[in-house]
């Protein structure tokens, strides 16, 4: 989804409401349902997880989404499922926790700035 599609709706005299991401998630197949967290890094991008999508998805400033987490690829044997929180440090790197899985899984970051590497 690009930025420039994302629906602006005021809201009041001070702000600007604009969906980021939706159900469709990034447009790719990967969807995202009953979404339950949320974070921001320090170069803009912001990252939501779905509980029942068991993902995480990454959104830069421009409005690119890319899927970074999902149920199947935390490992070799190991399964992701119902993630409820959500972090980022100074480096980038994203932190998820699953509760029925009972697992914690970091996504290293490779792109800090909108995507550029």
């Given at each position: 989804m690009a930025l420039s599609s994302l629906v602006s709706v005021r809201a009041s005299a001070q702000y600007v409401v604009r969906e980021?991401?939706?159900s469709?998630?990034?447009g790719a197949g990967n969807s995202l349902?009953?979404?339950i967290g949320i974070a921001r890094d320090a170069w803009g991008n912001t990252y939501v997880i779905g509980e029942?999508?068991?993902?995480?998805?990454?959104i830069t400033p421009s409005g690119?989404?890319?899927e970074i987490i999902?149920?199947?690829?935390?490992?070799?044997?190991?399964f992701f499922v119902s993630p409820k929180g959500i972090a980022v440090d100074s480096a980038g790197n994203v932190y998820v926790v699953a509760a029925?899985?009972?697992?914690?899984?970091?996504?290293q970051s490779c792109c800090k700035h909108d995507g550029l590497s």
């Open positions: 980021i991401i939706d469709t998630g990034d349902d009953l979404p029942y999508s068991a993902n995480a998805f990454k690119v989404i890319t999902d149920r199947y690829r935390v490992g070799v044997g190991n029925y899985s009972s697992n914690a899984v970091k996504s």
